[in-house]
């Protein structure tokens, strides 16, 4: 009885319309993303290895300490090719001096600025908004929907276990948004491949948890649906409470946890930090001072009453 379920909740869902719109619009921001990705990291890198290589010859040509241009640059990382992170918000290179602290400066958005607001649309926010919303879209009126139609009597007038339907029901939604969102993924993988971009076991493995995160991420708003959608009687109610709680979970409660936790467990600010090295600096500055003058003084009581040859 399940396997009827499950395939007929399927085939309704890969004969409809949103099928159709949920593949081609995760494919489309899927590759669009990785290649625009490949192409920055690319980028990256070529300023990287040049930058290095002028900083080696400047050390080579260099006649004395004091013209050596110590300049130290962080190295690209291949994942930025799927999600960007904090990437394009930290600097990429630091000076290396002893009277300068070390402090990555220059980041990608420092030259364009206006990238700062729009952002780069990545993986992660492929998952987080996009296939989040389409999986509302699959299950809003999954079960509500039939009760409205008048299929839901007809399909509980047989002996059919309330949580096997409903476990059909999440089954065959949980494949529907899995096709459109592996297709495009192997596509990427072979793209990132073709184009030799250096991907490690490590960056695969990393690859696969980041896959595997984002499935139980959407499988958690499939539950949901289908929940809300067996608590309400009309499909529009449904709809608009599945969207609240969407802009809650999505855009609210990450940022509350933070304010939370910070409260919670208080973090040390910037400007604190920057203050106590200040005054640490500032501490072993007056000691050396006091240091020299005492070494000077010593000095002077032992010289005293001496005279000129002496």
């Known amino acids: 009885m399940f396997s009827t379920l499950f395939e007929k909740e399927l085939k309704a869902i890969l004969l409809s319309p949103k099928f159709v719109a949920t593949f081609g619009v995760c494919t489309i921001l899927i590759l669009l993303s990785v290649f625009i ?106 079960i509500n929907g039939e009760r409205e139609s008048g299929t839901l009597k007809l399909a509980l007038s047989n002996a059919v276990p309330r949580s096997q339907y409903v476990l059909a029901k999440f089954a065959g939604s949980w494949v529907g948004l899995v096709i459109p969102l592996m297709i495009p993924i192997l596509i990427a993988c072979l793209l990132v491949i073709v184009l030799g971009v250096p991907f490690e076991a490590v960056h695969w493995q990393k690859f696969g948890a980041l896959v595997g995160v984002s499935v139980l991420y959407f499988s958690f708003f499939i539950a949901l649906g289908i929940l809300v959608s067996a608590l309400t009687r009309h499909s529009n109610i449904s709809f608009l409470t599945l969207l609240v709680l969407w802009v809650v979970v999505v855009l609210i409660v990450p940022r509350a946890a933070t304010m939370v936790a910070g409260q919670i467990n208080p973090v040390t600010s910037i400007a604190e930090i920057e203050s106590q090295k200040d005054r640490y600096s500032t501490d072993k500055w007056d000691e050396y001072r006091r240091l020299r003058s005492r070494m000077w003084e010593e000095r002077s009581a032992a010289t005293e009453g001496m005279t000129p040859d002496e």
Do not use: C, H
């Not at 006649?63 to 130290?72: A, C, R, Y």
């Not at 980041?107 to 908004?129: C, G, H, K, N």
């Open 37 to 142: 990705g490949i192409k920055e990291y690319e980028s990256s890198r070529a300023q990287y290895e040049t930058a290095v290589q002028l900083t080696q010859q400047g050390m080579l040509e260099s006649s004395n300490w004091w013209s050596v241009d110590n300049t130290v640059f962080r190295e690209p990382d291949p994942m930025q090719v799927f999600v960007s992170g904090v990437n394009n918000d930290i600097g990429r290179l630091s000076d290396v001096s002893t009277w300068n602290e070390i402090k990555l400066e220059q980041s990608s958005y420092s030259e364009d600025p206006l990238f700062a607001l729009f952002r780069f649309i990545d993986f992660t926010f492929i998952v987080q908004v996009v296939l989040s919303l389409f999986a509302i879209l699959f299950t809003y009126d999954a």
